[in-house]
């Protein structure tokens, strides 16, 4: 009688973090497109190549992964919000350095792996090295997994924002504090 095995799992290749360059515009494109009901436009992700917090993930030279991270300017609104209550008050209120995670999406063939969670990683560390002290990000309220990877590196929800996305859908504006 010949017994069968199970099949041997393979090990999780071996993948390299980088800095994105406008090479990879064109498969970050196709990833995106694979990702969300509606991707951001090509003119759009262009904008970020290049740019410091933008970061692919990469096996063997073939993009996998990326994200989009950078730090937000606070809005007319909330500077005069936090003006009237300094006034009010009449104590300084210190502006938060708020960090956002504008985008991140993993090949669908590549998922479940944990590079979802170390492209987050490293765009929460650069971040905090540009002085985050908070880090917000939107995500469609029914991406259960992608919920389920935020709260274990620490966010919360902090609002729902109805019909956020261009389809209608809406968003859960999540947030997390950065450890020292």
């Known amino acids: 009688m010949i017994s069968q095995s199970a099949p ?4 999780p290749q071996p993948y390299r973090i980088r800095r994105a360059e406008k090479m990879d515009l064109e498969r970050v494109m196709q990833i995106e497109h694979e990702s969300f009901p509606t991707p951001w436009p090509y003119d759009l992700l262009a904008q970020h190549m290049c740019e410091d917090g933008f970061l692919v993930a990469e096996i063997e030279a073939m993009l996998i992964g990326y994200i989009i991270v950078g730090m937000k300017v606070p809005s007319l609104f909330s500077r005069l919000e936090r003006r009237t209550l300094q006034l009010l008050r009449g104590e300084e209120l210190p502006e938060p350095e708020v960090g956002h995670v504008m985008n991140i999406a993993v090949d669908p063939r590549f998922r479940r792996h944990g590079l979802g969670r170390e492209l987050l990683r490293h765009g929460m560390d650069y971040l905090k090295n540009l002085g985050a002290d908070e880090i917000e990000l939107e995500v469609r ?3 259960e997994p992608a919920i389920a990877l ?4 620490g966010f919360e929800v902090k609002e729902r924002i109805c ?3 261009s389809n209608g859908d809406d968003a859960f504006l999540m947030n997390a504090k950065v450890q020292p």
């Open 163 to 165: 019909n956020y996305y």
């Open 150 to 153: 935020y709260n274990q590196v």
């Open 8 to 11: 041997e799992k393979k090990e």
């Open 141 to 143: 309220v029914d991406n």
